[in-house]
């Protein structure tokens, strides 16, 4: 399926993969500040913003292979900068998993290697049942919302939060059903970190209760060389909340890299 996207910027390609259920625009602050020095792509996963959204399951694998189309139909056979956030980084493990030769780096922002647990997927699969039959998001958007932001940014900044829950408001019923039941399905990767042999990053917000500052340095050590970056003030959106420091980790890596 081809991906609506997002595309600004002169020199070297990064690609980032946007969390559930958003669209490129919650890279706002990175498409400004890292798009003017890299060619940042910014896709519409499948279902999500002007993407359209087909029936079924959405699998890992399958948006992943969204992703590698549209790298396919810009023409962009050398090997670019993936990143993705929460389930941007279950796709994100998925591409570099089947295929390394198109990644050149790699960062993992906000989001773990591991599967669900059989609650946590039981409750996807509750949760995507009970957003079909309502016909609304707000069932997701009530169990979400609250944990993404950090303190900080509900006390100074309550204004990025609103746009995140039109974001979700606007997600099509079946993107949602079908990105959690991919979700849930999804494999355990954590057996693949020990083969990821480019640059990473791993960069979680500080005040993350989705996938914790612990869990994400594990993951970080468990892929030979990474770098790990906790970004202060900031929750599962590290990007968005606080994108100044996000933006200095992502530009950091990106400078280092051969
Ligand atoms: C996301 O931000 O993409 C979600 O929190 C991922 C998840 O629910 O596992």
Do not use: C
């Not at 958003?22 to 890299?38: E, F, R, V």
């Not at 042999?197 to 994400?216: F, M, R, S």
């Amino acid at each position: 399926m081809l991906l609506a996207f997002e595309d600004d910027g002169p020199g070297p390609v990064v690609v980032l993969l946007h969390g559930f259920p958003l669209n490129h625009s919650m890279w706002k602050a990175q498409l400004a500040k890292i798009g003017s020095l890299y060619r940042v792509i910014a896709p519409d996963l499948r279902g999500h913003g002007r993407t359209a959204a087909p029936t079924g399951i959405y699998t890992m694998d399958e948006m992943a292979d969204d992703v590698l189309d549209l790298l396919n139909a810009l023409q962009l056979k050398e090997p670019v900068v993936l990143g993705g956030l929460s389930m941007g980084g279950y796709i994100a493990l998925s591409l570099i998993a089947r295929h390394p030769e198109r990644v050149r780096a790699l960062m993992l922002m906000d989001t773990r290697a591991g599967a669900d647990s059989t609650a946590t997927a039981n409750a996807r699969l509750e949760l995507a049942n009970t957003v079909e039959s309502s016909r609304s998001n707000v069932p997701v958007i009530d169990a979400m919302l609250h944990k993404l932001f950090s303190e900080m940014t509900r006390s100074h900044h309550a204004d990025r939060i609103e746009p995140i829950r039109q974001m979700m408001e606007k997600t099509p019923v079946r993107a949602v059903a079908g990105a959690l039941r991919g979700m849930a399905a999804r494999p355990d990767r954590t057996s693949d970190l020990a083969r990821i042999n480019v640059p990473t990053l791993v960069l979680v917000g500080e005040d993350d209760p989705i996938t914790p500052p612990a869990e994400a340095r594990t993951m970080a050590e468990a892929i030979p060389g990474a770098q790990f970056e906790i970004i202060p003030n900031a929750g599962h959106l590290a990007p968005l909340e606080n994108p100044s420091a996000s933006n200095t980790a992502i530009l950091r890596f990106l400078a280092s890299l051969p």
